[in-house]
């Protein structure tokens, strides 16, 4: 039974297709160029590429390298949950002012391996007021869910893009 077993996931969060990318240069509603990476050395630094950014939505992929592996020869969680803080950031800051999480969780269902190309995608749920709470799905190359991670962040007027 336990092979058997065909995982799913709420189709009201995940299944919902991702807006075509827009182009920040031409669309006033998509702020950040994914290009430039606003000075984001560290997505950088950990390989993240930029697939896709919508009002709401980022799409961030990252290829688990041999430095990302933890003792138990796995991707490190934590590089994981970053490459999924990375989509909710690029997600968050589509909008007219900035905005910085205020909290986050994420729960692994399996482990990510040497070679591995991870797929963050990123969707706002709900912004109001000044609050947002965007989900981010991690799978690997084959579609098999990773992680799933819930963040929060806040706007802050007059602090523009």
């Keep these: ?34 290009h430039t990476w606003w000075n984001d050395r560290a997505s950088t630094a950990l390989g993240m590429n930029v697939s896709a950014t919508t009002p709401g939505g980022a799409i961030v992929t990252m ?11 796995v991707c490190h969680g934590g590089l994981i949950f970053t490459l999924a803080d990375t989509a909710m950031a690029l997600a968050s800051n589509t909008r007219d002012t900035a905005a910085y999480a205020v909290s986050a ?19 706002e749920q709900v912004t ?13 190359q084959d579609g098999e869910m990773i992680g799933l991670f819930r963040g929060r962040v806040r706007h802050v007027p007059n602090q523009k893009l």
Excluded: C, F, Q
């Design 1 to 34: 039974m336990h092979g058997a077993m065909k995982e799913t996931l709420l189709p009201s969060i995940y299944d919902r297709p991702m807006p075509d990318s827009r182009d920040s240069k031409t669309d006033p509603h998509a702020k950040m160029d994914p």
């Design 63 to 73: 290829t688990v390298r041999d430095d990302m592996l933890n003792g138990l020869e």
């Design 105 to 123: 969780d994420m729960t692994w269902v399996r482990p990510g391996r040497k070679g591995d190309l991870l797929t963050a995608t990123a969707r």
């Design 128 to 140: 109001t007021g000044r609050t947002g709470v965007y989900d981010v799905s991690v799978a690997n």
